[in-house]
Every structure is written in C-alpha cells, then in structure tokens.
C-alpha cells in the first residue's frame, strides 16, 4: 500500500468494470464510491460488489478507499458494517459531521476487535461538501484520531449552497483555501475536488496546479486518463507528513 | 499430422488439396519462379467501353468455375462485388471462385450464392465480422475458404497459386481507355494497391467506374496496358463506408493506459531514435499509441524515415509535421488520407507484393523497426490469433499481422488482458494466424511479457521501472479475473485454410456447432 495520496480515482461502486481496472491506472489510491451515482435500488448490489472486489482482486500496488454512504441515510450504517469486514484502508464519509465521525470512529472500534484487526487499522476520511462542514472543519477533523486526510467536494457544496459551478473554479477560492490551511495546520492530507470534463486535459492541468498552489496534496479523478496529468502536478511536492 | 508448432493438419484438405505443412516463419525463403502472364492485344482503333455489366460478361466468357478477383479499397462501402456477382448468378453460372482482397458486411448477398452453389470458393485476406464469415463458419461453402495476409496473396497469384481469370477494378476514376486513378469521384478512395498484383496477373482486367473523364485519368495509378475493358455505371460504392471502423484515438483510460506503456518500452528499447521507421493499426488503441510515440518524438526531436500500412489522417498529420520523412500507404483509411496520397508526393503508394511478399527481393515489412499489433486471443508461446472470435466464429483474417510481425524488428501485440469477459492469453489459441516466432512483445494493463526468444530485449529493459512479467502471469492474472472458459467444441469439417505468407498451411479453421 502506497502512503502517497496525489492521486485518488474515484469509481462507482456498481459497475464492475470499472472496480476491476481502478487499479491500472497508477493512482496512489482509488475510492469505490457507494454513494454517488449509485441509485438507492442498487446500493445494496453495490456494498456487496465492492466488498468482493478488495477480498478478490488485486489491489497490492494502491490504496484502497471506500465512500460509504451518510449515517443519516439507510445505507451508511450497513456500509460501515459490511466494508469495515475487508479491511479497507480507508472509510471515505460523506456529508461529514463531527457527530458522524464519532459515531463511525465508536463503530469501527467495535467491528475492528470483532475482527481481530489492529485498533485504528481503518482511517477516517471526512468528505467536506455542505457549507457547515466547512465552517465546522476544525471540528470534524478533531473528531477521530482515525482522520488522516479531508476530501473536499465542490460539487456536493455547490449543490448545498445552489452555487454555480464554473471551469475556472474562482467560486471555490474560499473553500478551497479553507480546507487546505486547516489540513496543513493539523498535518493531513487535503484532497482537492475532482475536475469532471474528462477530455480537457488542458483544464484539469490548470484546475490542478490551482489546487496545489492553495497547498492541496492531492486530487481526486474521476476517469483513469486524469491520472497521469494530475500525478505529474502533484508528484515534485514535498512529501507530508503522514502516518497512516 | 502436427506441424512445427503442434497445430493438427491433414495432409490433403478436400475443396483445398494437398498441404504443404508450415516449417517455420523463415524456413521457406528460398529463390522462386514467378507464373507467365496471359495477355490481350488491342488493336488501334478498338474500343474497351462496354455498356452494361452484362456486356463485359460477354465479352469475357465468363464461365462455370472460374477465380473472379476484387478489391476492398472501398471497404463497407464497395458495390462492385455485389453488383457483379448479381449479373454473373443471372447467368446461372455456377462455381465461382471469389477472390476478394477483403469482405464486409456489405457482400452480404454472397451468403445466398454460397447457398445455391453459384459461389463455391471464397479467398480473402481480410474479412469483417458479418454474415459472410457466419456463413463460413457455419459450413456454407462448398470448400474451404482461404486466408492469407496482405503478402500472401501476391505471392500466391504472383507463383501460380492462385490463378485469375478476371480481375474486376472499383474504379473510382477511370477514362475510355483504361487509365485509374483512385484519388477523384465520389467513390476516391487513395491508393488501389492491393489490387497491383491481380491486374498485373489476372487473364483478363475490367475496370468498373462511376466517373469517366476525359483520357488520359491523369493522376494515374493504373496504366492503360494493364486494362482489357472499361464499364461505366451509375454508382461504384458509397465513400461513407471506406471509414467504417475505429479511426480515432481511444478514449478508453484502459487502451491509453496500453498505449502509453507500449511508447515507454519502445523508448527504453531504444527504438524510437532518428531514421527509425514504424506502423500500426486504425483501431483506437493502436493510434494511440502513435499518439503517444508522436508526443516522445517530438520531445527527443526524432524524425522518423517511413510510416507505413494502412494510413489514417493521424500518420498523415505526423507526416506533415515533420515527424516522418515518408509513408507507404497499402490503404487509406479516411479522406484525410486520400488528400495526402493525392497530394504530397512524399506519401507513397505501395503494392501488397511490395508491402509483405514473402519471396521477392525484399518487400517494405524487412524495413519496419516497430510494428503495433492487435490480437483476439495470444498464447503463452506467444502465438496470436486474430481470425476466430470466442464463439469460434470468423471475425477477422490476417491482412498485414503476419507479414509485418515477420519483417519488423519489434513486433508488439497490445491487448487488454480480458476481451468480453474472457480471458485473452491461452494455454494454445483457437486459430494460429501468427506464429509466436516472429512476435516479439505483449502489451497489456496489467503488465509487459516480453518473448524469452528477446533476451536483448530483456537486457535493455532490466534496469527500468516497466511492469515486465512473464506472460504465464499475465495468463494467471486474466484467469483470475474471469474464470478458465471450457474449450470450445467444433465439428469435423474443415471451413477455413489458413495460408501462411509463405504459403504453407499454418492452421485450419473448422465448422462452428
């Protein structure tokens, strides 16, 4: 397992195809994600395919990372219980609270000793995406010694906050710059959001070098072709910290 | 018997005749003697127009059993084929040999000909998945159909092997008096070289246009001394189908992922230097990896001698940009492709004898350095088939994999490593097309296998940080993804021959239950 964290690709937890290549693209981690994209009448599928897919598949050359859906909704606690069993190295939580972080840490201690896993074996990543998190990020990352990273999601907080969303990104500069400060400050990994037109390439370069200039760590992707030009932005940075 | 790499032949193929059992890619390169040509006079004075399709018929006799030869220059879009074979079953001639340098889905009504007996024989050198390779595989020819490559067929024509008796030309232009040139009507489709051999050969040659122009047909690709007849009709193809196919760069982060890889060990290699010369394919992957070569070349500041194959508006944009000094051009691919063989002067046009015939002074594959190859399914000899699909269905046939595999100085098939949730890389393919001797190195997602036959190549990699595994691992890791597939089951009756370039019998194809 790779503790580099430039690159995440993130796939949709139901389509088998896409879990099964995530990992040849050469991203440092890959987020099977539960949550979007993912119809409520597939979720259950989608739980089980993925779980499947970390015990089966090879997965040796990059980490693993599952995006579980909200407590708040049916789906999160069913999450956690049935990926927490295949060890992933990370939970991705999305809509990210200091009281879910808590509750999530206090589950997967629990499930960790069911299973013979180390304590803390599995890291918390808290998804920032409503405009509460944001301003309650200090809190939230506070909320588990599991959280080693912060994923910001403009897309989710442009859908909070009924923001237009542009390529040129200047209407995330303030969360942005929120989110990478306080990750620098706690010594975490800062995802910075993904940069959806999978065909500019051009775009994406500029998006990445925006993020990384703000002080991000890494991007997320959402195709495997972003791969290669983020990790080329992100790959001179100097290395944080991290225990993971 | 079991040939040189284990391949179950019978000595004598009935509809085929006797084998001569394959020996080797380079083991039949001995010196050759090629047929006498039967030629026509035409007085001064004579007229070579005729009317109608039904009149040139006349005039050639056409008769029971005899080889008719076309062209796929104009790929799915080719009427000419059709049109002829519908005049010659009015007739009620029967047992025809088809010898088309390609079939598409298009020749469809060759499957009802096959049915009632007017079409007996089918050799190609390309076929596209469609009714006619059903109707192959499913026993609808009376006698096995022939495949041969790119080069195989001007060898066969050129030694006596396959004998024409007419040679039937989809002219895009042409004049009264037989010039052809393929760059102007609405049917252009760029260079006719495929073709070079049947016209020099053939008993007699008919070009069939849609464009008469005033004489002479200047550009000019075939001269009139080759030409016995000339017809003009209302259509010969639509050029919306000469760009059936892939002919863009993939978007599939898999393929690129191939394609980049493939670039990075053709550099390590230490291929991609000044004067270095390099083909591939029109399906999205293969341009992507010249999209990727583009991208070290013009980083290193290479200029490569020669493109060569079938030519899309890509290589030409590498052309133009002084990426290559020159292309061979077997084929062209697109309008873009047209334009540059029309135009530019360094675009060159080369006949199939030329590009891959296995006995003459050297053909244009002995000159390749990189070749980019596709494959179906690969061995762990390394042994490719590119004719038989995973329900042991033709979908495909040579062209230039075995002529340029055998040439080239680095043969490389890229693949992913499932195909349609099977795996790619066997314990022994359904159908050999390729023998794992001439192929150098397999290209996947998941890791590079390089042929134990390469140790230079092993040597050179040994030091980079390339995924370079052996290819029983990739075997391992496609299992491991979708299961070991029962073998499939055929019956007993040979449909398909496949010809080696050489023309030894390197594997046979049998009917599909």
Known sequence: MKNKRRTMLFVSGNRPKLVQESSVFGADAVVFDLTNGVEDSEKDCARILVKEAIDFLDFSNVEVIVKINSLDSEFGVKDVEIISKVKPSAIMVSKASEDQIKKIDSMLAKLERQEGFEEKAIKLIPTIETAYALEDI??????????????????????DIDMERTKGGEEILYARSRVAMVCRVAGINAIDTYFVDAN????LEKDSQKAKSLGFTGKAAVDGRQIDTIQTIFVNRQEMRLVI | MKNVIGREIPDNIEGFGKVRHYEGAYANLTDRVKVSVKTRSVKPGDSKLCETIDEVLDKLEVKDGMTLSFHHHLRNGDYVLNMVMAAVAKRGIKDIHVAATGIFPIHEPLVEYMKEGIVTGISVNYISPGPVATAISKGLLKNPAVMRSHGGRPRSIESGDMHIDVAFIAAPTADWYGNVNGVQGNAACGTLSYF??????????????????????????????????????????????ITTGTMNITKDPVGLRIAKLTALFMDATGYIENEFSFQTGAGGTSLAVAAEVRKIMKEKNVVGSFAAGGVTGYIVDMLNDGLFRNIWDVQCFDLKAVASYRDNPKHMSMSGSLYGNPHVPGPIVNNLDVMILGATEIDTDFNVNVITGSDGIIMGASGGHEDTAAGSKLAIVVSSLTKGRLPVVKDAVTTVTTPGETVDVFVTERGIAINPRRVDLIEKIKDTDLPIVTIEELKEMSERLTGTPEPMQFGEKIVAVVEYRDGTVIDVVKQVI
């Open chain 1, 138 to 159: 200090q809190n939230i990352i506070s909320a588990s010694e599991r959280i080693n990273a912060v994923f910001f999601d403009a897309e989710g907080l442009a859908s």
């Open chain 1, 200 to 203: 500019d390439y051009e775009g």
């Open chain 2, 196 to 241: 070079m051999p049947d016209i020099e050969y053939a008993d007699q040659v008919v070009a069939i246009t849609d464009n008469m122009v005033p004489y002479p047909a200047c550009p000019i690709d075939i001269t009139q001394d080759h030409v016995d007849y000339v017809v003009k009709v209302d259509c010969i193809g639509d050029s919306k189908g």
